[in-house]
């Protein structure tokens, strides 16, 4: 990675300690989020499955 010169350094400095940046974050977990999907893709599917059931009777 090529080296910035000092006033482009500051100005990547000055914006990186603003703004949306400063906010420190918890790190992304893609299990827990894969879970919370296939969660609710189960409740839809089982929601469906009994909405067919009860007009099956008809």
Request: no cysteine; glycine share 6%; net charge positive.
């Amino acid at each position: 990675m090529p080296k910035l010169y000092p006033e482009d350094q500051a100005r990547v400095d000055r914006v990186l300690n603003e703004g949306i940046y400063k906010v420190e974050r918890k790190p992304f977990r893609f299990w827990l989020l894969l879970v919370i999907l296939l969660g609710v893709l189960g409740l839809i599917s089982l929601a469906g499955y009994l909405v067919a059931l009860y007009f099956d009777k008809f």
